[in-house]
Structure formats: structure tokens, C-alpha cells
């Protein structure tokens, strides 16, 4: 008898599990296939990892449904009931508190001075992703008037292009735009040592620093202008799994047979054939007699297979095809290698803590919750800056409950200080949190939400007589983690869309010619994972999709019916 092609998955996230899921349930196909998923990891979902954190449920990696118009993630959630739960979870209120926006030595900042940067922000963002005609960003104040049009003047080039500008440049330009329109504003007054331009250009810097968290580019100056408008969105309101972002996962995986997904199987060197060609005709394009790639194992146990889908992040391949490295041999061609080298990837970090005002309240009644804060904080070189308040803390936008009344409150990290939160003992991030709030204590010690005198805190431990303290810490670490080296992609200044799509090719590369179509085994490796998907990279959907497009690639070649 002979033997059924084998298909081996490497990885078991969304891109792996998803295009698992459907070469195993596709009509006539559950049988056709020899179909194995390794996992590196000892556990399943990829960069999705849901978990416990005081009785809450949260994610240490993706949050959110990014839309739920049109999104199989939310239609999956959906089905499978995912979207109730008794248990309470992370941001499960959405956004229903109106953030206070605190600036460095305790000013609470009132909309008139924060509203007008955010519209600015905002349409600058809208423009770049293409959702502004190129004429203005429209409507409201004069000055907030075509700011975009003259940020993005500046870009072009003759053939009306914008060159490599960046999404920081095209931002910064934006802003200096406005500025200069809108100089002869009245100074400020009862702000401290904020004058009127560096408290604008602080509130500016708080939206590029939650920017610099959507798209994982620790650097906006990194970030290409031209390919974010390539970037697509869902329709509808962005919402949390309620039941946690690994039903999801759990439910892919529960139609595989047991014993199709291998944990503990770390792949230290995929071997193929790049140009072998027929000699004979072979029916259905499968020859049973030799499989043409070797898997090999860091334990040392070799699998051989037909094909192989390579779902691994992209910070695992651009460590595998670098110099010195032997993630494939032969090394990739380099055309897949210039792809991968040119996209952008970065670090993005969770930073979970409790906080007590009494010292043992799980959670905080009305009067002694922890507002929702928006951070305004001084540069890092800044002379006005406090000493106290620790570099890796000030380009963080927030620090807010889980939802309305939690006590386990949230700030995102991305780029270095996501890196160097990796680094630091929970005493040293209970002592630069804390510093930090001190260092808003004035605005907090007006706030009527916190009725306590003032928060107090001396390394993670409340002073004799103190109301308010840290208490646990949780943080993620997508950087450091071998398996993944970072948490998602972004198009840099330097690369393009179509590098996305070179990602998503499979190899060997097969062209027009005869030769060329001569190819013995074809479709030997293909990838699979956010990173290979032009207009959703970075996304879970995005990665649904890609798992789907592989599947479906060797479903048609094998002359079985995909969708």
C-alpha cells in the first residue's frame, strides 16, 4: 500500500492549528493525508496565552478581536459560546471609563489642553492609513485644518510617492505643522515647569508611545509610511474573549486525532531539496518512495516529510537565516531571505500589577478605585524630568484597571523598556511603578475617586500607616523567549507589502518555464503565520488566514476540495 503523504505543521498557534483544522476536516481529505503538528513549547497557542492573574482571567499575549464585523476569530468565539462568561476578565467593560490624563509632578490635565493634540494625533494616523482624502484632515478648528496634507507635502517625492518617509517623520511633521500655525496661543499657567509647547508635544508623544504598542515598532521612525495605508481593519467595536483567547485555539485543535500534536518538539534543522527535478511521470504529483524533506531535532530524532508549513514568528526566522545559522539547509534562497530581513518585528510587553489601598481588598469598592490614568511624562533626557521615575516607565501611555473597579491594574511596554522589563525582579518594577505614581501623587491626591491622603510606598510594601500598595506582579516576555524572539511584525522603512507576500511563498519556487514546472516535490516548505499576510499581518485573524491559504494550497494540489 502506498504510503499517504505526510504533512508536518511546525508550530502550534493560530497560522498551525487553523491549517491543521482544515486539512483534517476538508470533505474526502481526513483520510488522505499523514498529518503531524510540533510544538516547540509545552503548551498550545503560540503568542496566545491566556491565563490567571487574582482571580481574573487575562492574556499575556493577543487581547483583542481587532473588529468583529467579518473576523472568523469573533465568529468562532462566537459559535463556540466564548463571548459569556461568570468569571470576570480583562478589559470585559471595554472602555467605559474616561481616562484621567496626568502629566509628571502631579498636573491633572482638563480636555481643553488634551482633546485638541488628540484630534491632531488621531487624524494624522487616519490620514496615514489612508482614511483622510490627501486635501486636509478635515473639519473642526481651524487650526487642526490640513495639517496631515502638509505633513505628508513634505514626503513626497516628484512622481507624488513618499519615498522611505516614516510614519515618526510624517507624525513629527504633523505636529510641527500645527505648531506653527497655532504658536501665538496663550502661555500656560499652574502647570509647573510645563510651558504650553512641551506639554503639547508630551501629550503628542503619550499617543505616538501607544502607537509604538499597536504596531510593535519600538521606533515610529522605523514604521513606512507608504505601507500603512495597505493596513486592513474590521468594521465594529474591538472586544476581549471573555472565556480567554485560547478557546479559540482549544477548539481548532479538538478535531485532531490524539497524537497529532507533538509538544516538547523544538525543530533545529529543517533539510530539503531545492532543485530536484522529474524523471518519470509521477501520478497526483506524489512519489510515495522517497520523502523529500528531513526534520531534524534539537533531541536528535530526525522526521521525514512531504511537505512541511512553517509557522514559526518571524524574529525565529530572522535568527535562523542569519549568519551563522542553520535553520535550513540548504539556506533559503534570497529572495525569501531579503524578505525576511527587510520586515520589521518587534517587542511588545504585558505588565500586570495588584494594588491594595487597605492591604487586603481583592478588589476596590467605588470610593477607593484606582482611576484610569493617561501619562504625560517629561523626555528621558529632560532636565525637568524626575530623577526617581525609572527610563523603562516613560514611554508607557497608561496604567488603568482591568476593568471598572479591579484591583489588578495594566500598562503595555514596547521596544527597549519592553525588553528591559524582561529584565527586572518584581522589586524592582514594584519600585518603579511606585515611584512613578508618587511622582503624579498631586494629581492623585485630588482625585475623588482615591480618598486616601496619599498613596505611600516603600518596596512594594505599605509604610506603618500607609493605604495603597503593590502587592503581585506579572509580566510577559515575548523577547526573550526562544520560541518566538519578539511578539509580532510591521512593514519597516526599507521593506514593502510585497515583501509580506514574498513571505507567504512556498518553496521551491516554481516559475513559467518547463523546468520550472519540472520540479519532483513540489511545495517542500510553506509558511504560514501573521507575518505572511499583506493586509492583516500582525493580527490573530491575520494568521487565521494564512494557516487557511496553506491548507487550501495543498488541498488544491492534491486535487481536493478547499475553500
Known amino acids: 500500500m502506498a504510503k499517504k503523504p505526510r504533512i508536518v505543521i511546525i508550530g502550534a498557534g493560530m497560522a498551525g492549528l487553523t491549517a491543521a483544522n482544515k486539512l483534517y476536516t476538508s470533505t474526502s481529505s481526513n483520510d488522505l493525508f499523514d498529518l503531524v503538528v510540533v510544538e516547540g513549547g509545552d503548551r498550545i497557542g503560540g503568542r496566545i496565552n491566556s491565563s490567571e492573574f487574582c482571580g481574573d482571567r487575562i492574556e499575556m499575549g493577543a487581547t483583542w478581536i481587532h473588529g ?116 501665538d496661543r496663550a502661555e500656560l499657567s499652574g502647570y509647573g515647569k510645563w510651558s504650553r509647547k512641551l506639554l503639547e508635544e508630551a501629550i503628542f508623544a503619550m499617543h505616538e508611545n501607544t502607537q509604538r504598542t499597536y504596531t510593535s515598532a519600538g521606533d515610529l521612525f522605523n514604521l513606512d509610511f507608504e505601507a500603512e495605508r495597505e493596513y486592513r481593519m474590521f468594521p465594529g467595536e474591538e472586544i476581549t474573549i471573555s472565556k480567554g483567547y485560547l478557546s479559540v485555539i482549544e477548539h481548532l485543535a479538538s478535531v485532531l486525532p490524539p497524537g497529532a500534536i507533538q509538544l516538547g518538539r523544538k525543530v533545529a534543522t529543517i533539510e530539503w531539496q531545492p532543485e530536484s527535478h522529474k524523471s518519470k511521470e509521477i501520478p497526483n504529483g506524489y512519489d510515495s518512495s522517497c520523502r523529500p524533506v528531513k526534520l531534524h531535532f534539537c533531541d536528535g530524532s530526525v ?97 488603568s484597571p482591568i476593568y471598572k473597579n479591579s484591583s489588578v491594574l495594566l500598562s503595555w511596554f514596547a521596544g527597549k523598556e519592553a525588553l528591559e522589563l524582561e529584565t527586572l525582579s518584581d522589586e524592582e518594577i514594584i519600585d518603579g511603578v511606585s515611584s512613578t505614581v508618587s511622582g503624579l501623587s498631586s494629581a492623585l491626591k485630588a482625585h475623588k475617586e482615591v480618598k486616601h491622603n496619599s498613596p505611600e510606598f516603600c518596596n512594594g510594601s505599605a509604610r506603618e500607616g500607609g493605604k495603597v500598595r503593590f502587592v503581585k506582579v506579572l509580566k510577559s516576555k515575548w523577547g526573550s523567549d526562544p520560541l518566538f524572539l519578539g511578539s509580532y511584525s510591521y512593514v519597516a522603512v526599507g521593506s514593502s507589502g510585497a515583501d509580506l507576500d514574498t513571505m507567504a511563498e512556498p518553496l521551491p519556487k516554481t516559475g513559467s518555464s518547463e523546468l520550472d514546472r519540472a520540479v519532483d516535490h513540489p511545495l517542500q516548505i510553506l509558511f504560514a503565520g501573521e507575518a505572511t499576510h499583506r493586509t492583516h499581518y500582525s493580527t490573530t485573524h491575520g494568521a487565521y488566514f494564512s494557516g487557511l491559504r496553506e491548507a487550501n494550497r495543498l488541498l488544491q494540489h492534491y486535487h481536493c476540495h478547499g475553500v
Open 303 to 399: 522526521m521525514l516529510a512531504d511537505h512541511v508549513i512553517v509557522t514559526v514568528s518571524l524574529g525565529v526566522l530572522k535568527a535562523g537565516t542569519g549568519q551563522d545559522s542553520g535553520m535550513f539547509n540548504p539556506p533559503l534562497p534570497s529572495f525569501k531571505t531579503e524578505a525576511i530581513s527587510s520586515l520589521g518585528y518587534g517587542v511588545v510587553n504585558k505588565l500586570f500589577l495588584q494594588w491594595s489601598p487597605n492591604g487586603n481588598n481583592r478588589n476596590a469598592n467605588d470610593k477607593d478605585k484606582f482611576p484610569s490614568l493617561q501619562i504625560v511624562f517629561h523626555p528621558p533626557e529632560s532636565e525637568l524630568r524626575h530623577e526617581k521615575i525609572p527610563w523603562w516607565m516613560r514611554r508607557t501611555a497608561s496604567l
Open 68 to 183: 468583529i464585523g467579518g473576523s472568523p476569530v469573533h465568529q468562532i468565539a462566537r459559535e463556540i459560546h466564548a463571548l459569556e462568561s461568570d468569571q470576570p476578565w480583562e478589559c470585559m467593560d471595554g472602555f467605559s471609563d474616561e481616562p484621567k490624563t496626568i502629566a509628571e509632578g502631579g498636573f491633572e490635565l482638563n480636555a481643553s489642553i488634551v482633546d485638541p493634540i488628540s484630534t491632531l494625533f488621531n487624524n494624522l494616523m487616519d490620514f496615514a492609513q489612508g482614511k483622510l482624502a490627501q486635501d486636509g484632515a478635515g473639519g473642526g478648528d481651524a487650526c487642526f485644518s490640513n495639517f496631515a496634507a502638509k505633513a505628508a507635502s513634505k514626503g513626497c517625492t516628484i512622481n507624488g510617492r513618499f519615498g522611505n518617509q516614516s510614519v515618526g517623520a510624517f507624525l513629527r511633521q504633523g505636529f510641527d505643522a500645527f505648531w506653527d500655525s497655532c504658536k
